[in-house]
C-alpha cells in the first residue's frame, strides 16, 4: 500500500468573539438575620481555634476554612478582611485573615440582617454555610490518614506550605524564612527545599511530637510520607549468543529520548548502540543501574514490541537514548527508590539538564503510592510535570502506577480473580501521583498473555489469570483526574498475573511468571539478555517508543501535537469495554460520584493505539493537522475538505476522528486547575457564515448555541472529552450526503482569575483524521489534497480583494 506524509489543514481567517457565560447564581436566605448569627456562632469557634494554632510570626495570618452555598466571588473576600488563598474543595475555600480582618469580618457578619446596616458584597456572606478552622486533620495527606506516622523515632515528612503570591514574591520569601526559622527553633531539620509559584514544599526530618507541630501550623497547608515507588518484577532469560553481533545506530538526526528511572546498563548489546549520553542525579551513585527498573524500560522505549523483534531477531534502534538516573538501590528491598532530596527537585534538574542536550521525550515509570490523587487538587511531582511540559514544550509520559492490593481496607477480600474486575475501580486503586497530571500522557496497563509457565508446561491447573489478552491488568490503576478528565489517556501492554487455584489463606501471593512483557535485563551474560516483567511501568515506555518515531517523521512537531497524534489514532479495545458487565456499567453511571461516566473510559481512556495510520496516510485513511495560536475568548473555524466520494449516499463504514491537544498554565490552588480551557465542536452547516453564527457573541440572541452534530454517530461526548487537555472524539458514518459540509470549531475560555503565565495568544494542536476503509478504490489522500489546494487558492483570493477594497 502506498503511504504519503501527513497533510496540513489551515483555519479560515475569520474569528469570532466567544460567547459569554451566565453569570454566577449567588445562594439566597430568607433570614438573613439568622444566617449571620449562626455564622457568628460558627465564628467564634473557628477563630479560637486558628489562635490557638503555631505561626511563624507575630504578624502572621490566621487560616480559616469557609464551606459555602452556590457562586463564591473569591476576588471580593478583602471587602470582608479575608485574603483568598485556595479553593479546597467544590463548596470549601481556605482564607487568610489577620486580627485587623478577623475584627472586620466579624463586625460585618454582625451587621447582616440588621435593619439600616448596608454591606457592599453581602452576597459574598449569604453564600457562606459555615465557617471553621484549617484543622490537623485537613492537614494530613491520605498516606497519613490510612497509614500513620512511621515507626522509628526519627522519620521524614514532605511538608507544603500554602503557597502565598509567587515564588519570588516579598511575602513569599518572608513567609518561607519565618517558617524556617520556626522550625530551626523547634530542632526540626530540613532536608530540602522547593519554590514553584504554586507549591512550596520541604522535606523535614522529625520524631512524632514534632510531626504534630507541623499538623497544627497556621503556615502548613499539607502534610505527606516521603514518596514510595513500590516496584518489584520478576525475570527471563535468554542466550546472548543468538543475536547479531553489530547493532547499527540510529539516525545522527533521531529522536531524542529521555529514560528518567533507576539509570540503564549502557553496555547491554541490544541498547549500547542507541545509547547517548549518561547522568547521575542520585549523589555519590554513578549512572549504571543496579536495580534493573531502568534497563528494561529503556529496552521497551528503544524496541517497543521486543517479542517481535525477538521473533525476526531484527534489531534496529530508531531513537537515541538519554539516560538520567533519579533512583536508587534500596538496601533493604533491592528495589527502586527515591533519592533522600526531594524527587521533584531531583527530576527537575535531570529534566532541565537533558533539555539541553536536545531532549524532547521523557519516560517517567515511577509512581508515589503514598500519594492517590484525592479528587481535589494535583499535587507535588504532576504540577512539577505540568509547568515543565509548558514551560519548555516537552513530552512527558507518565505510568498510572501500580494497585499492589490493599490490607486497609482489604482490596481484594479473596482473591484477585474472583474479584476481578470490581477492584479496578475501588477507592484503593485510583491513579498516584504524577499520573493525575494533564498536560502529559498518562499510560495504563492491559495484558498480552493470560497463561503462566507453570500453565503452559503442565496439564494441570496450577494458577489462572483474572485478565485475558487485552482485558485492563489487574494491577493498573484508574481515573479520572482533574475535574472528572480522562486518566490514564492510553493504554498498552504491561503484563498480567495469575491466582493459585488453592489459596490456603494465600490469596495475596500472585504469580507474573510468563504473563508479561519481554525487555531487556541489566545483568545480561550467557543466556540472560532479556527478562519478562510486568507493571505499567512497562506500559509507558511502549508508548515513548511510538512518540520518538513520531518525532522522526515531524520532526517541529510540538508536544502537544505528538499528544493529540498518539490519542487521535487510538481506540478502545472491545475487550476493555466487554470486561464490565452490563449491569455493573450501569450502575456506575447512575452514582452521584461518577454520574454519566463511561466505567471503561476510567479504565482505559482512549484506548490502545493504532499504529498502522499513526506515521503515514494512505488512500483510505488520511491524517490532516495543524498548529495554531487564538485569542483569549475567541472562536477559530476550519472547513474540512472532505470530498464527495466520502461524503456518498452510497452505505459503507466511515470514520472521522477529531483530536485537540494544549498546556495550559495551572496552579494548585484552585479547582480549576487549568487557566485556559480550549475545546472544539464538529458541526455540520451548509456554509461557514451559516456556522460561524451559532458561535458569535454579537448573535448569541439570535441563534442558539451548538453542540457536536451527528452525536448518536460519536464515542465520547463534547462533555467528556473537554474536560483533559488532550480532547478526542471518534465519528462512525454509514451513510452521508455530498452536498453537506463539515466544520471543526475552536473555542477558547478563560478563567475568571488571572495567571501570570497566560499568553494572549494560547498555542493548541488539532489533529483530523478521515478514513474510508472500506472503500477498496478510495483516493482519499489525492482527493482531499486537492481540496486543501482549491481552500487555499479561494483564501488568497479572498485576501487580495480585501486588499483592493481598503485601497
Known amino acids: 500500500m502506498a503511504t504519503y506524509k501527513h497533510l496540513s489543514i489551515e483555519r479560515e481567517s475569520l474569528k469570532n468573539q466567544r460567547r459569554t457565560k451566565q453569570p454566577p447564581k449567588f445562594a439566597k436566605r430568607d433570614d438573613l438575620l439568622g ?9 467564634a469557634t473557628a477563630a479560637a481555634l486558628a489562635r490557638e494554632q503555631h505561626v511563624s510570626a507575630e504578624n502572621s495570618s490566621f487560616v480559616l476554612k469557609l464551606r459555602y452555598d452556590g457562586a463564591m466571588s473569591f476576588d471580593n473576600l478583602e471587602k470582608h478582611g479575608l485574603e483568598f488563598i485556595s479553593q479546597e474543595g467544590k463548596q470549601v475555600c481556605v482564607v487568610f485573615a489577620n486580627e485587623m480582618g478577623l475584627a472586620k469580618f466579624q463586625n460585618h457578619l454582625s451587621k447582616l440582617g440588621i435593619i439600616g446596616q448596608t454591606l457592599t458584597y453581602a452576597q459574598i456572606l449569604e453564600a457562606i454555610e459555615g465557617i471553621d478552622a484549617w484543622s490537623a486533620n485537613d492537614r494530613k495527606s491520605w498516606a497519613l490518614r490510612h497509614l500513620g ?28 524564612s519565618m517558617f524556617e526559622k520556626w522550625l530551626g527553633d523547634k530542632n526540626i531539620s530540613i532536608i530540602h527545599k ?50 547479531p553481533i553489530n547493532i547499527a545506530n540510529p539516525a545522527p538526526n533521531a529522536a531524542r529520548v529521555c529514560i528518567l528511572d533507576s539509570g540503564i546498563n549502557t553496555n547491554h548489546p541490544l541498547l549500547k548502540s542507541a545509547i547517548a549520553e549518561s547522568q547521575s542525579f542520585v549523589s555519590d551513585q554513578d549512572s549504571f543501574d543496579e536495580v534493573g527498573h531502568g534497563t528494561a ?127 479496578l475501580l475501588n477507592e484503593q486503586s485510583v491513579i498516584i501521583d504524577p499520573a493525575p497530571a494533564l498536560n502529559v500522557l498518562t499510560v495504563g496497563s492491559v495484558a498480552r498473555h493470560d497463561a503462566t509457565y507453570d500453565s503452559q508446561r503442565y496439564p494441570e491447573i496450577h494458577q489462572l489469570s483474572p485478565a485475558s489478552e487485552n482485558q485492563p491488568s489487574p494491577f493498573t490503576r484508574h481515573g479520572p483526574s482533574v475535574k472528572g478528565a480522562l486518566k490514564p489517556d492510553l493504554v498498552a501492554h504491561g503484563g498480567n498475573l495469575a491466582c493459585p487455584i488453592e489459596f490456603n489463606s ?9 504473563l508479561g512483557v519481554l525487555t531487556m535485563n541489566y545483568q545480561f551474560q550467557g543466556n540472560t539478555l532479556y527478562k519478562e516483567i510486568s507493571g505499567t511501568s512497562f506500559s509507558a515506555p511502549y508508548i515513548t517508543h511510538l512518540a520518538g518515531r513520531l518525532l522522526n517523521e515531524y520532526p517541529k512537531a510540538s508536544a502537544d501535537l505528538l499528544r493529540a497524534m498518539l490519542v487521535n489514532h ?58 495554531e495560536t487564538i485569542e483569549k475568548d475567541s472562536c477559530q473555524f476550519y472547513e474540512l475538505p472532505l470530498p464527495s466520494s466520502y461524503l456518498r449516499k452510497a452505505r459503507g463504514l466511515r470514520e472521522l476522528s477529531v483530536t485537540l491537544a494544549y498546556s495550559p498554565a495551572v496552579r494548585t490552588t484552585r479547582l480549576d486547575y487549568v487557566a485556559t480551557q480550549i475545546s472544539y465542536r464538529l458541526v455540520r452547516g451548509k456554509s461557514l457564515d451559516e456556522v460561524q453564527a451559532f458561535f458569535n457573541k454579537d448573535r448569541q440572541k439570535d441563534a442558539e448555541a451548538r453542540n457536536d452534530d451527528a452525536t448518536p454517530n460519536r464515542d465520547i461526548s463534547a462533555q467528556l472529552r473537554g474536560r483533559g487537555t488532550v480532547q478526542s472524539s471518534k465519528w462512525t458514518f454509514k451513510q452521508r450526503n455530498p452536498l453537506e459540509k463539515w466544520f471543526v470549531v475552536v473555542i477558547r475560555q478563560d478563567r475568571e482569575w488571572n495567571h501570570q503565565d497566560v499568553l494572549e495568544s494560547e498555542p493548541y494542536a488539532l489533529v483530523v483524521t478521515v478514513a474510508d476503509r472500506d472503500n477498496e478504490h478510495a483516493q482519499l489522500y489525492a482527493e482531499i489534497r486537492t ?8 483564501r488568497d483570493e479572498a485576501k487580495q480583494r480585501a486588499v483592493l477594497s481598503s485601497n
Open 35 to 43: 444566617h449571620g448569627q449562626k455564622l457568628n456562632g460558627y465564628f
Open 149 to 176: 506516622f512511621p515507626q522509628a523515632d526519627i522519620f521524614g515528612l514532605d511538608v507544603e506550605l500554602w503557597p502565598h503570591h509567587v515564588a519570588n514574591h516579598p511575602v513569599r520569601l518572608t513567609l518561607c
Open 194 to 243: 522547593l519554590n514553584f509559584d504554586s507549591l512550596v514544599m520541604y522535606r523535614v526530618r522529625v520524631s512524632e511530637p514534632q510531626a504534630g507541630l507541623l499538623l497544627n501550623h497556621a503556615d502548613v497547608r499539607f502534610v505527606d510520607l516521603i514518596p514510595q515507588t513500590g516496584i518489584s518484577y520478576p525475570q527471563l532469560n535468554r542466550d546472548i549468543a543468538q543475536i
Open 297 to 423: 524500560v529503556a529496552g521497551i522505549a528503544s524496541y517497543g514490541d521486543v517479542e517481535a523483534c525477538d521473533r525476526s531477531n531484527f534489531w534496529k534502534p530508531q531513537i537515541w537514548l538519554y539516560n538520567g538516573k533519579v533512583m536508587r538501590k534500596c538496601p533493604i528491598t533491592s528495589g527502586a527508590v527515591y533519592d533522600e532530596a526531594t524527587i521533584e527537585s531531583t527530576l527537575t534538574d535531570a529534566v532541565e539538564h537533558f533539555i539541553r542536550l536536545g531532549c524532547r521525550i521523557f519516560n517517567l515509570s515511577l509512581g508515589n503510592s503514598n500519594a492517590p490523587y484525592d479528587g481535589v487538587h494535583v499535587r507535588g511531582l504532576a504540577y512539577i510535570l505540568d509547568v515543565l511540559a509548558r514551560r519548555h514544550n516537552i513530552l512527558f509520559i507518565v505510568s498510572t502506577g501500580n494497585f499492589t492490593g490493599s490490607e486497609e481496607p482489604p482490596v481484594p477480600v479473596d482473591s484477585w480473580r474472583e474479584e476481578y474486575p470490581d477492584y
Open 506 to 514: 494465600q490469596q495475596w501471593r500472585t504469580d507474573m511468571r510468563g
Open 570 to 627: 487510538a481506540s478502545l479495545p472491545p475487550e476493555v469495554e466487554s470486561t464490565f458487565p452490563e449491569e455493573m456499567r450501569e450502575g456506575y453511571k447512575s452514582q452521584s460520584s461518577t454520574y454519566n461516566r463511561e466505567i471503561s473510559r476510567d479504565v482505559g481512556g482512549y484506548g490502545r493505539v493504532n499504529e498502522g495510520d499513526l506515521f503515514r496516510s494512505s488512500d483510505q485513511c488520511v491524517v490532516l493537522m495543524c498548529e
Open 787 to 794: 481540496k486543501l489546494e482549491l481552500q487555499l487558492q479561494a
